[in-house]
C-alpha cells in the first residue's frame, strides 16, 4: 500500500457524508476547486447515484460502500482506460486474496467485477483532458457489501445475459465490516494505479486472468438497447485497455467502450 508522500497514497483529504446526489459530484467539485490527489468522497447514501450510460446505481444507505477518489494521474489521455482497469484489478484482487474469494471471483469489461458470475462491484470513472494532458480523474466505486441488492434494482435494469447483482454478506454467508472493507479496497487501489503507471502491461496482463468475456461470443453495442457495433468472439482486453472481438470473417476489431451482451452457446472454455 503506497504510504503518505507518495503519488499514489488515496484517502486524505477524507470526506464523509451522510447523504449526497452521487459521490462523484462531491469529488468532481474538488477537482475543479484545486483539492489535491489522493482526495476520497465517502457517503452513506446516495439520492441519485450514477452507474456508466446514464444507467442509476442502486446502494443501500449504511449497507454498502459508495465512495469517490480523485486523481491527478501524469497521462495522456489515450491512455485513461488504464485508471477503470487498474481500479478493476486492484478489487479483483481484494475480494480474490483479501476476501478469499479466490476463482470466483471475475471481471467483465470495461466496469463490473462479479463473484459466481453476479455483479458485486460497479466503476465508474469521469475526467477532465486537454489534447495532450488529464487534469484530473475522478474514480466512483460501488460495492455491495451487507445489503440484499437483487431487491433494490428494477427488473427492467438489469442485464439479461447475467444473474441477479450480490453483495458479500449473500456470497461468504455473514456480515462484513464495511470499514475493513474500504480500507482494503483503498490500499488494493492505490497498488493498482501505481502499478498501472508504471508498467500497464503487466496490469493488463494481470487482468485478463480475471477476464469473463475471453473466448466467448460477445454482442457489442453503443448501449442498452442501442446500435449494435459489431458481433464475434471475444479476444480479450488489450495492452491498450480496449476490447478486442474476432468477427465472421476473421479481422480483430479493438473498442474503447461499449455494452457487452453474451450471447446464446458462448463459453468453450
Not at 480523474?137 to 460495492?143: C, S
Not at 435494469?157 to 441477479?164: K, N
Not at 502491461?201 to 475471453?214: G, M, N, Q
Request: charged share 25%; aromatic share 6%; with cysteine.
Amino acid at each position: 500500500m503506497p504510504a503518505p508522500g507518495d503519488e499514489w497514497f488515496l484517502g486524505l483529504p477524507y470526506i464523509h457524508k451522510q447523504e449526497v446526489s452521487s459521490t462523484n459530484d462531491v469529488c468532481r467539485l474538488l477537482a475543479e476547486s484545486g483539492a489535491a490527489s489522493g482526495a476520497m468522497v465517502v457517503a452513506e447514501g446516495q439520492a441519485a447515484g450514477r452507474g456508466r450510460l446514464a444507467r442509476r446505481w442502486y446502494s443501500q444507505p449504511g449497507l454498502d460502500v459508495t465512495c469517490s477518489l480523485l486523481l491527478r494521474p501524469e497521462i495522456e489521455p489515450a491512455a485513461l482506460a488504464l485508471v477503470i482497469l487498474g481500479a478493476a484489478w486492484g478489487i479483483a484482487r481484494f475480494l480474490t486474496e483479501d476476501m478469499r474469494l479466490g476463482r470466483r471471483v471475475s471481471y467483465k469489461w470495461p466496469n463490473d467485477v462479479l463473484v459466481d458470475g453476479r455483479k458485486v462491484c460497479g466503476i465508474l470513472t469521469e475526467a477532465s483532458s486537454d489534447m495532450d494532458r488529464v487534469w484530473w480523474v475522478v474514480a466512483g466505486v460501488g460495492i455491495n457489501v451487507n445489503g440484499s441488492p437483487s431487491a433494490s434494482v428494477p427488473r427492467d435494469e438489469l442485464p439479461a445475459d447475467r444473474g441477479l447483482p450480490v453483495s458479500l454478506r449473500e456470497v461468504l454467508g455473514h456480515s462484513v465490516d464495511r470499514h475493513l472493507v474500504l480500507r482494503g479496497v483503498i490500499g488494493r487501489l492505490g497498488e493498482a494505479w501505481r502499478r498501472a503507471a508504471r508498467d500497464p502491461a503487466t496490469v493488463v496482463r494481470a487482468l485478463r486472468s480475471f477476464d469473463c468475456l475471453l473466448g466467448r461470443r460477445v454482442t457489442l453495442s453503443t448501449g442498452l438497447g442501442g446500435r449494435e457495433l459489431v458481433r464475434g468472439r471475444s479476444e480479450g482486453i488489450g495492452e491498450d485497455g480496449l476490447l478486442r472481438v474476432r468477427t465472421s470473417d476473421g479481422r480483430v476489431r479493438s473498442f474503447a467502450s461499449g455494452e457487452v451482451t453474451l450471447r446464446s452457446g458462448g463459453d468453450p472454455r
